[in-house]
């Protein structure tokens, strides 16, 4: 849908009068997966594509949920929007937000609220953290909150965290409300310091592959991962007075790797350490504009993501090595929790049809499923875009 037919729809189903228009993005991870609870550095950046809200105040003692996407609408009363609704439905996101400038003294009046998206829902793109930073940045301004926006990547990831009931971490709301166009953000998850880093690989193009997988098993695996690092961690603190696995580098591990029994939670470190080190070798590459260094990066982490961590699966193997297989490409990653989502590609412009063409009959040939790309055209994180009358 347009954006002038979305207008148009929010005036129909609500009726006349003036509301205000917000745009938050999705995400993608560059590189740098699963090192953020572990003490280390990741590389996302926002998208073009995204969340879009419109919103006005209203006389009524309701807040009226709808979206253009699917058939799908709720009302809420004013004395219950602190709490969840049942079947983990979409309105949680958003309702999970307003329940936390509730607490944070904001008094509600009725409210019409209209999204679109155009980010893949379970794709890992962060459709969630979207969703809760373009409802953060609209109550904010709707009510004059006066928060700054890395309060409200706090209030959002809370949100998430406390009212849905998903133990992520805050790289995809950091990502989402700190976006800068043409940057990706060497972002420390733990400390929240950051820097903005250009992403000016001329002649190359960002590409993200959906495999259509949706991530069935990335819940209970993330957990099983997490787990299994702070056993490792528990283990190399007989040596090495640590918190985090990524304080330390390959030498260090190598001398002290026979504190943990040879298996898969020795892989696991050896993954963690290993992709914290390509994170900070990344950002120096971005920064010299090498795209074949950044594209050879991209393959080692993958590499390490599917033999080391072991996380990525039938689909997202079989994309990356087909991607791998198209002239101009320099590299292919998964990116995101992993089993099933997206890939994340570096391929030259002028080879973009032919990408598109190769892999999505390649893909479709081994996995009976037809895939989707999409340009990743980095941009700004969430804010106003414009007030509308109708």
């Known amino acids: 849908m347009e954006l002038k037919e979305f207008k148009g729809e929010f005036f129909n189903r609500y009726g006349p009068g003036k509301a205000i228009m ?27 594509s ?3 809200l419109i919103i006005r105040k209203t006389d009524a003692d309701l807040v ?26 979409w309105i949680n996101y958003p309702l999970g937000v307003i329940a936390g400038f509730k607490k944070r003294g904001v008094s509600f009046a009725g409210m019409d609220l209209l999204f679109m998206g155009n980010i893949p829902i379970g794709a890992g793109l962060s459709s969630s953290a979207s969703l809760e930073l373009v409802s953060s940045v609209a109550v904010n301004e709707l009510y004059s909150v006066g928060l700054d926006m890395v309060e409200m990547v706090k209030l959002s990831h809370t949100a998430e965290n406390e009212f849905v009931g998903v133990n992520c971490g805050i790289m995809d709301q950091f990502a989402v409300g700190m976006g800068k166009k043409d940057h990706a953000i060497a972002l420390d998850c733990n400390t929240l310091n950051f820097e903005h880093i250009p992403v000016e690989i001329n002649g190359y193009k960002l590409v993200i592959g959906d495999t259509k997988k949706r991530r069935g098993l990335a819940g209970s695996k993330y957990n099983e991962r997490r787990a299994e690092c702070d056993k490792a961690v528990e283990l190399l603190c007989q040596k090495k007075g640590i918190r985090y696995l990524c304080e330390l580098d390959m030498e260090t591990f190598r001398e002290i790797r026979n504190l943990i029994p040879e298996g898969v939670v020795r892989k696991r470190v050896r993954h963690v350490i290993s992709e914290h080190g390509r994170v900070l070798q990344a950002v120096k590459e971005l920064k010299a504009g090498n795209a074949e260094a950044f594209g050879k990066l991209m393959n080692e982490s993958h590499d390490s993501l599917r033999d080391d961590y072991e ?6 193997d079989t994309m990356v090595e087909e991607a791998r297989k198209v002239e101009g490409v320099l590299g292919a990653r998964m990116t995101g ?22 892999m999505g009959k390649a893909y479709k040939e081994k996995t009976g499923i037809t895939p989707e790309f999409y ?15 109708g």
């Open 22 to 48: 917000f745009f938050s993005p999705g995400r993608v991870n560059l590189i740098g997966e699963h090192t953020d609870y572990n003490g280390g550095l990741v590389l996302p950046c926002a998208l073009s």
């Open 337 to 358: 929790a992993g089993f099933g989502g997206c890939t994340v590609s570096l391929v030259k412009e002028e080879n973009i049809d032919i990408f598109y063409e190769q």
């Open 375 to 389: 340009i990743a055209d980095i941009g700004d994180g969430t804010r106003k875009l414009e007030e509308i009358t």
């Open 50 to 52: 995204g969340t879009y």
């Open 64 to 89: 009226k949920f709808r979206t253009v996407n699917f058939d799908d609408k709720n009302e809420i009363p004013l004395a219950d929007l602190d709490k969840k609704l049942d079947g983990g439905v």
């Open 311 to 316: 996380v990525t699966g039938f689909e997202l």
